[in-house]
Nanobody, 123 residues
Framework: VQLQASGGGLVQAGGSLRLSCAAS????????MGWFRQTSGKEREFVAA????????YYADSVKDRFIISRDNPKNTVYLQMNSLKSEDTAVYYC?????????????????WGQGTLVTVSS
């Protein structure tokens, strides 16, 4: 399984950005998809996750009501729509996948990781 994240960039505070993560390989291996982010010197933190059908979604409190995770399974792609961006959202964003169908916020329970895409929010 390979995950390719894209869509990062520079945006002003209050703006929006949409990240994409394209998956390849056996579809049964990306049952649950998630987004995490990391800044220099800090642990990678959970942002959002979605079940296969999108019926179960979890969000970190810091992004709830601003970010939306969605997926287009026929296109093997998961998205993270980020609205009302703040300077503290600046980070490298990673998409991740796990084959189990249990939606989890724990990064240690994800099997596959993308390469990361940088999001910079200027204040």
């Amino acid at each position: 399984v390979q995950l390719q994240a894209s869509g990062g960039g520079l945006v002003q505070a209050g703006g929006s950005l949409r990240l994409s993560c394209a998956a390849s390989g056996r579809s049964s291996e990306w049952n649950v998809m998630g987004w995490f982010r990391q800044t220099s010197g800090k642990e990678r933190e959970f942002v959002a996750a979605s079940s296969w059908r999108g019926t179960t979604t979890y969000y970190a409190d810091s992004v709830k009501d601003r970010f939306i995770i969605s997926r287009d399974n026929p296109k093997n792609t998961v998205y993270l729509q980020m609205n009302s961006l703040k300077s503290e959202d600046t980070a490298v964003y990673y998409c991740a996948a796990r084959s189990d169908n249990y939606v989890t916020t724990s990064k240690d329970q994800y099997d596959y990781w993308g390469q990361g895409t940088l999001v910079t929010v200027s204040s």
